[in-house]
């Protein structure tokens, strides 16, 4: 008979071991939304928790959107989505961000320069890889107007749409983007100029054109800010 307890009694305490375990493994994602920004370098990984592999990295000041969330462990884990890539980031790496306050931290003498630098451009010639005023491409052409401003951006049009904030009512200074121009997904840009216009290096010269072109109208994505 002691025997016979003995071994129910082992075999409750492993039932028991057993149920605890799975208690620990990751839950069910949940729908969480929302525009973050990431407070350091941070690795991306393919599910919630360290243990998973890398899938991709984020720098210092990346805006993502969330959605969804997943508690593994004693941690929270956000699913971010950038670019068309998602994956896992640890909750506490990422800050709540907005495009309000991204709007109303563009000064709007800063702006106005912006606006002024990129129109004096005007002229010189389209070159591929450009950052000079020897010939400018459409992402060197934004980052020295900027930087001729005091503003530090990034080199590349991906890296300039993840570094800046979606807005609906642009101004002056603010970035255009277009997508599926010479390449699949973010592949332009270009600097608002107000009356539906922007300032950009395209084409043959950096020039300004109409978002009723034809053309740019079917590849326009969206209004940012910086």
């Known amino acids: 008979m002691k025997k016979f307890l ?19 493994a990751a839950s069910k994602a949940t729908a969480k939304s929302g525009t973050y920004i990431t407070k ?3 690795n991306v990984r393919a599910d919630a928790g360290t243990k998973h592999r890398i899938v991709f990295t984020l720098k210092k000041g990346t805006r993502v959107q ?20 998602k994956g896992y980031v640890l909750s506490s790496l990422l800050a709540k961000s907005s495009a309000k306050s991204v709007a109303a931290s563009t000064p709007a003498k800063s702006s106005a320069g912006v606006v002024k630098t990129a129109m004096n451009l005007r ?35 991906t890296g300039q749409y993840t570094q800046s904030a979606k807005i609906n009512s642009p101004k002056p200074g603010d ?16 600097i608002y100029v107000g009356n539906n216009k922007f300032v950009h290096a395209g084409g043959k010269k950096s020039e300004v054109v109409s978002l009723s072109n034809p053309y740019w109208k079917s590849k326009f994505n969206s209004f940012r800010r910086i």
């Open 6 to 24: 003995c071994s129910l009694l082992m075999a409750a305490v492993m039932v028991t071991g057993f149920a605890g375990g799975s208690a620990d």
């Open 40 to 42: 350091h370098n941070i």
């Open 66 to 85: 969330l959605t969804h969330q997943k508690n593994s462990g004693s941690e929270l884990w956000y699913k971010v989505k950038i670019n068309g890539k």
């Open 123 to 157: 002229g010189i010639p389209y070159r591929f890889g450009g950052t000079t005023t020897k010939g400018f491409d459409c992402s060197g052409f934004i980052q020295y107007a900027f930087k001729k401003n005091g503003k530090s951006v990034s080199r590349t049009t």
């Open 175 to 190: 970035l255009v983007f277009f997508h599926n121009t010479y390449r699949k997904g973010i592949s332009h840009v270009g």
